[in-house]
């Protein structure tokens, strides 16, 4: 697609529900990263894939927040057992690899605002 | 560890000012990569530069400049005659070459409004 894109862009559960966060990354970009948004903070790295494997998942906060890219294009972030503190805006990110880590440039999706009341 | 810090809160000023945003990182690696986002109000990051470590010359383009100086671990953004389409938040951002993870660092940004 022309940009990331990014569903729900609004998701409004209850405590202890089941939440997924859809991304559909730039076509061609093999990196995809997922991050999460406090309110006045900047962003915080939760994964990285590249193309389906999960190279870098040392942002997931606790063992009911995981990730799947099963055919290296849209990934899909699973909360499970939702609590009040994952309340937060979920970013996602694709890019090109240029081949040295660190130097990528993301192209961010508008983000899904997650609301666990 | 590596930190990104953005001390300026929130800046405002009056349509045509010049503003700069500053942005200071830490870092005991020498090979990384500096990086500035834009957050409008729609929510989208947006990307406008990216620096390594080894290139220390400033850059402008159009309005937009950055000064980066690595005696002082600073890497900051001016606008020149500002314009009300420049409000927004802006992230600094830091990522170190090397690392077996790609995350970027990223500072807490600063909310800039620009007055009509």
């Known amino acids: 697609g022309a940009g990331v894109s990014q569903t729900p862009s609004n998701k409004v559960t209850e405590k202890g529900k089941y939440v997924e966060l859809r991304c559909d990354p730039i076509?061609?970009?093999?990196?995809l990263y997922w991050y999460r948004q406090s309110l006045g903070q900047g962003p915080e790295f939760l994964i990285y894939?590249?193309?389906?494997?999960?190279?870098?998942d040392s942002g997931l906060p606790n063992d009911r927040f995981f990730a799947v890219r099963p055919e290296g294009s849209v990934s899909t972030l699973k909360i499970q057992r939702t609590e009040r503190g994952d309340s937060a805006v979920y970013l996602c990110a694709s890019s090109l690899v240029t081949g040295v880590s660190g130097a990528n440039v993301l192209t961010f999706g508008a983000g899904s605002r997650l609301t666990v009341l | 560890a590596q930190k990104v810090t953005q001390a300026q809160t929130e800046i405002s000023v009056v349509e045509k000012e010049d503003v700069t945003l500053d942005c200071v990182y830490e870092t005991r690696d020498t090979t990384y990569y500096l990086f500035w986002y834009k957050q409008p109000p729609s929510g989208e990051l947006v990307f406008l530069i990216r620096?390594?470590?080894?290139d220390e010359q400033n850059e402008i383009s159009g309005r937009y400049s950055w000064n980066f100086q690595k005696s002082t671990s600073s890497f900051n953004f001016t606008i020149t005659a500002s314009q009300v389409v420049d409000s927004a938040v802006y992230f600094c951002a830091l990522s170190v070459v090397g690392n077996s993870n790609y995350q970027l660092i990223w500072g807490a940004g600063t909310k800039l409004i620009i007055k009509p």
């Open positions: 076509s061609g970009h093999t990196a």
């Open positions: 894939f590249q193309g389906t494997g999960a190279a870098d």
């Open positions: 620096r390594n470590s080894f």
